[in-house]
T-cell receptor, first 111, second 113 residues
Framework: GQNIDQPTEMTATEGAIVQINCTYQTSGFNGLFWYQQHAGEAPTFLSYNVLDGLEEKGRFSSFLSRSKGYSYLLLKELQMKDSASYLCAVRDKSGNTPLVFGKGTRLSVIA | GAGVSQSPSNKVTEKGKDVELRCDPISGHTALYWYRQRLGQGLEFLIYFQGNSAPDKSGLPSDRFSAERTGESVSTLTIQRTQQEDSAVYLC???????????FGQGTRLTVV
């Protein structure tokens, strides 16, 4: 089967750092994606990891450990506009369900 | 077009009616996905098209749901005899291949009354 777990909600303070974790169990693996989704809007792509390690892109970084089935998204210097849902998605190499999404983590940034 | 385009953006329909949702992917994208997102929930996979391969329909929740795609362009998702439980945002996404990020349309918000 396929299972992707993320915390449902998180709250963090403006200017701080927050780490959003994602664990996955899939029959295959061909990459992990993070998306950001503001309320009422479409998801937008943030990052992609296919090899172990850290990918940094400005204030956002994403980490992957394939052996542990684990990823995290790190947001630095939080801004109020970062309040959104963050979706972890895994591409199943078997191709049966090519992009499987977790339920998302709703992040609230407070002053 | 510049992005994935979906129409209509909003649809209100009476229970029992059929609806058709349209998705225009980014030009050249061979992969196309349909997802359903209920209020406050995650994305539920419905169907996946990749080039000329047989579509992956494993996520369709019932035989009332069907989807077609013309070549590598427009796709339509049809829901027959709509039920209130079908109320959700239906999102379409496309990508160059099954190894790159998917770009999403703005979705169609379907309300069944």
């Amino acid at each position: 089967g396929q299972n992707i777990d993320q915390p449902t909600e998180m709250t963090a303070t403006e200017g701080a750092i927050v780490q959003i974790n994602c664990t996955y169990q899939t029959s295959g693996f061909n990459g992990l994606f993070w998306y950001q989704q503001h309320a009422g809007e479409a998801p937008t792509f943030l990052s992609y990891n296919v090899l172990d390690g850290l990918e940094e892109k400005g204030r956002f970084s994403s980490f992957l450990s394939r052996s542990k089935g684990y990823s995290y998204l790190l947001l630095k210097e939080l801004q109020m506009k970062d309040s959104a849902s963050y979706l972890c998605a895994v591409r199943d190499k078997s191709g049966n369900t090519p992009l499987v999404f977790g339920k998302g983590t709703r992040l609230s940034v407070i002053a | 077009g510049a992005g994935v385009s979906q129409s209509p953006s909003n649809k209100v329909t009476e229970k029992g009616k059929d609806v058709e949702l349209r998705c225009d992917p980014i030009s050249g994208h061979t992969a196309l996905y349909w997802y359903r997102q209920r209020l406050g929930q995650g994305l539920e996979f419905l169907i996946y098209f990749q080039g000329n391969s047989a579509p992956d329909k494993s996520g369709l929740p019932s035989d009332r749901f069907s989807a077609e795609r013309t070549g590598e362009s427009v796709s339509t998702l049809t829901i027959q005899r709509t039920q209130q439980e079908d109320s959700a945002v239906y999102l379409c996404a496309s990508s160059f291949s099954d190894s790159t990020e998917a770009f999403f349309g703005q979705g169609t918000r379907l309300t069944v009354v």
